[in-house]
C-alpha cells in the first residue's frame, strides 16, 4: 500500500507498493498463470484498460485514508489507512497476477508498458499478511510523525522533530548539538521491532512475485537489469567522489577552527552533529563556519523572510510565482484550500514535507509545516515541481501519470531552486538591489553554499539505500543494523556517531524514508539530473555564461520545453523523456561537476593552504 511515490504519496504509489510501478523499464516477472485458452491482443487490451480503472477508483480512497491520516494521527486514522492499503494491495496483486497471463504477447507499446508496470509490485496471497503489512505500514509512518525528545530537565516540554533539527541548524555548542542528535536518535529504536518484521512481509511479497527481494524490486525501475542499475549508480558516485572529498576536507579544517582539535579529528571521520543537519545529510546551516575567509557577502535569506515576517502561504506563492513566470498555470483554488502549510498545534501531523495528487486531476496538495528559512523556501519550490509535474501529466492515463522514474520527479523543483540567483532575488525583491555580487568572493562563497546543499548530500543518498538493499537481502541482519548504517556512514560520508552504537539501536530508523519506506535511490539521481535540466535549460534560454549564474526565471521558451517533458509523464522510457529535455540519454554526474568546477579549484587551494597552515603550527 502506501509507498509515498516520491512523497507524493498517496497516488498510484498505494498500490504500486515499492513506487516500483513507473519501472516501465524493469523486467517482468517469471512464472505465467494458468491459462486456458490462448489469450488475444484485444483480451489483453481489454484487461488493462478495466484493470486500470479499477485501480484508479482504488486509489482515490486510499489516497484519502493517507491523506488523513498523515494529517491527523490517531488510532482511527491509522486504521483507516491499513483498511485501504490492504484493499489496494490485494487488488494490485491481483491485477499483477493476471497480467501474467499476457506476458508474451505481441502488444502495442503503451499496453506492453502498462502490462511491466502492472507486475512490478508485491504481491500477498495471504490477506492476513496483506493487513499486517499494511497495518505495520501506517504505524511505522505514526510512529515517526508523532516521535519526540523528551530531555530529562524537561525544561521545554517534549521537542518534536522540527525543534530539535532547529537546534541541529543554529546552535554552535557541540554538547548541546551532541545531545540533540543522541535525543532523537534514541526514538527510533521504539520501532525497530516493528520494521524488522515489515521488512520481513515485505520481501515474502516481492518474492511471490518473482523478484529475490523487496531491494531487486526496487532496483528493477529503470528501464535496465537491477545489476546494471546497481553499478550506473556506483560510477556517477566516482564521477562526483573527488569534489565531495575536497568539501569534506575543507569542511574538516573550518569545523577544526571553530571546535577545537579535540571535537573535530585530524583524520578519519567527523562526529555526525557538527553539520547543521539531523542526519549530516546538507550542511548548508554551517555556511556562516566555513564561508570564505575574505567573502564580504553575508546575505541571508532567512533573515530576510524571518524579519519580514513572511508567512508559510507567502512563501508558496513566491514558489507559485517562479513556475508561473515559466509559462505554467496558476495553482488550482483547492490546493490552497486542502493543503497544510503551517503545524498545527493541536494535534500530531507527519512534518515531513510531500506532495500529493488525489485524483489525478487537479485536486493537488502539499503537506509541509513550513518555517521561515532558506532551506525550507528550497523545499517549497521541490514540493511545487512535484505539484507541477502532476498537472503536467494528468491528462495520461492513470498507468502514466508519474515521473519519468523516480529521479525525474526529485529533480524538477531542485532544478527551479537552481535558478534562485542573486539576479533573481534581487528581482523578486528579496535582496536589496545593491547587496552582493560585488565582494571578492561572493560567488564562491554562492557555490560553496550550493554545493553545501548539493554535493555534500551525494554520498548520503547514495548510501542510504546500499544500505537498505543489503537489509532486504537479508545480508544485514537486523543485530546489525546499526554496525553496517555506520560503516557505510564512515565509509561514504566520512562521519561518525557521535558516540558508541546504543545495544539494539536503530539509528537508520531516524530518518523518515527509512521509517516510512520510501526508496533513496531517487534523490541521488535527482541531483544528477537537476543539473543535466538546468545546463540544458539554460542553454534552451539562450544563457551562455557560467552555470551557476544562470536563472531561467520569466522564460517561457525554457518553461515551454520543460513542461514538454513533464507531459509525458511515465509514458515513455525515461532515456526519451530526459532527450526530449536535454538532446542526453543517460543520467550523468558530469554537469553537475561543471556547475562546481569553480569551486573545485578553489576548494583545492584552500585545502593546500590549510593543510601548510596546520603543518606549520606543528
Ligand atoms: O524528502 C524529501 C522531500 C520530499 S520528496 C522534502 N527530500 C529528501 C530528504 O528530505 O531527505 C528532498 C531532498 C532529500
Ligand atoms: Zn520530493
Redesign the pocket.
Known amino acids: 500500500m502506501s509507498k509515498p511515490l516520491?512523497?507524493?504519496a498517496a497516488s498510484i504509489a498505494v498500490m504500486f507498493a515499492m513506487g516500483a510501478f513507473q519501472a516501465a523499464h524493469a523486467q517482468t516477472a517469471t512464472a505465467p498463470a494458468k491459462s486456458k485458452a490462448k489469450p488475444t491482443v484485444a483480451e489483453a487490451e481489454r484487461f488493462l484498460n478495466d484493470t486500470e480503472s479499477k485501480l484508479e477508483k482504488l486509489n482515490l480512497d486510499g489516497a484519502r485514508a493517507q491523506w488523513v491520516a498523515a494529517n491527523f494521527i490517531t488510532d482511527d486514522t491509522e486504521a483507516l489507512a491499513t483498511y485501504f492499503g490492504e484493499r489496494q494491495l490485494a487488488a494490485s496483486g491481483e491485477a499483477a497476477l493476471a497480467a501474467r497471463r499476457y506476458n508474451g504477447l505481441k502488444l502495442k507499446d503503451d499496453y506492453a508498458r502498462k502490462l511491466k508496470f502492472l507486475q512490478l509490485t508485491l504481491m500477498l496471497s495471504d490477506p492476513k499478511e496483506r493487513e499486517a503489512y499494511a497495518a505495520k505500514q501506517a504505524a511505522l509512518q505514526g510512529a515517526y510523525g508523532k516521535a519526540k525528545y523528551c530531555p530529562t530537565d524537561n525544561k521545554e516540554g517534549c521537542l518534536p522533530l522540527g525543534e530539535l533539527e532547529k537546534t541541529l541548524a543554529t546552535s554552535r555548542d557541540p554538547a548541546k548539538l551532541k545531545e540533540t542528535w543522541l535525543g532523537w536518535h534514541a526514538q527510533s529504536p521504539s520501532y525497530k521491532q516493528m520494521y524488522t518484521d515489515y521488512v520481513a512481509l515485505s520481501n515474502k511479497g516481492a518474492r511471490e512475485m518473482g523478484f529475490a527481494d523487496t531491494g531487486a524490486l526496487w532496483r528493477s525501475q529503470y528501464d535496465m537489469p537491477p545489476e546494471a542499475f546497481s553499478a550506473e549508480m556506483e560510477r556517477m558516485w566516482q564521477q562526483v567522489k573527488p569534489l565531495y572529498d575536497a568539501l569534506h576536507t575543507y569542511a574538516r579544517h573550518k569545523l577544526r577552527q571553530a571546535y577545537g582539535p579535540d571535537v573535530v579529528p585530524a583524520t578519519g571521520p567527523i562526529p555526525a552533529h557538527l553539520f547543521g543537519n539531523m542526519?549530516s545529510?546538507s550542511w548548508e546551516n554551517i555556511y556562516p563556519l566555513l564561508k570564505p575567509a575574505t567573502n564580504a557577502g553575508s546575505y541571508d535569506l532567512t533573515k530576510v523572510l524571518v524579519d519580514r515576517n513572511t508567512d508559510a502561504k507567502q512563501m508558496t506563492q513566491y514558489a507559485e510565482r517562479f513556475y508561473t513566470s515559466l509559462g505554467m498555470r496558476k495553482l488550482p483554488d483547492t490546493f490552497w484550500e486542502r493543503s497544510l502549510l503551517t503545524k498545527p498545534r493541536d494535534r500530531e501531523v507527519v512534518c515531513?514535507?510531500?506532495?500529493w495528487t488525489m485524483d489525478g486531476k487537479e485536486d493537488v496538495r502539499i503537506k509541509m509545516c513550513i518555517r521561515p528559512t532558506e532551506e525550507e523556501f528550497k523545499?517549497i519550490h521541490?514540493?511545487l515541481g512535484?505539484i507541477y509535474y502532476d498537472l503536467a501529466y494528468n491528462k495520461q492515463s492513470f498507468l502514466f501519470q508519474n515521473g519519468a522514474n523516480d529521479g525525474f520527479h526529485?529533480a524538477i523543483g531542485d532544478t527551479v531552486a537552481l535558478s534562485m540567483t542573486p539576479d533573481y532575488l534581487k528581482k523578486i525583491g528579496l535582496m536589496e538591489a545593491a547587496s552582493a555580487g560585488k565582494a571578492e568572493n561572493a560567488e564562491i562563497g554562492e557555490l560553496l553554499q550550493r554545493a553545501l546543499a548539493k554535493v555534500a548530500?551525494l554520498p548520503f543518498?547514495y548510501s542510504v539505500d546500499k544500505w537498505r538493499w543489503d537489509v532486504y537481502s537479508g545480508k544485514t541482519q537486523p543485530a546489525d543494523y546499526d554496525k553496517t548504517w555506520w560503516q557505510l556512514r564512515e565509509q561514504y560520508m566520512g562521519v561518525s556517531r557521535p558516540a558508541p552504537i546504543a545495544a539494539n539501536g536503530f539509528d537508520a530508523g531516524a530518518?523518515?524514508?527509512v521509517a516510512a519506506d520510501?526508496p533513496y535511490a531517487r534523490?541521488f539521481l535527482a541531483h544528477m539530473l537537476q543539473f543535466q535540466f538546468h545546463r540544458a535549460l539554460c542553454r534552451e534560454a539562450g544563457y551562455t555564461g557560467p552555470l551557476h549564474n544562470c536563472s531561467i526565471y520569466g522564460n517561457e521558451k525554457a518553461g515551454a520545453k520543460l513542461w514538454k517533458m513533464l507531459e509525458m509523464g511515465a509514458s515513455k522510457p525515461w532515456p526519451e523523456a530526459l532527450k526530449a529535455v536535454s538532446g542526453e540519454e543517460r543520467i550523468d554526474g558530469s554537469a553537475l561537476v561543471d556547475y562546481f568546477a569553480p569551486l573545485k579549484t578553489w576548494l583545492d587551494a584552500q585545502n593546500r593552504q590549510l593543510a601548510a597552515a596546520e603543518a606549520a603550527k606543528k
Open positions: 516520491y512523497l507524493k542526519w545529510q515531513h514535507a510531500s506532495a523545499v521541490h514540493e512535484h526529485e548530500f543518498a530518518k523518515y524514508h520510501v534523490y
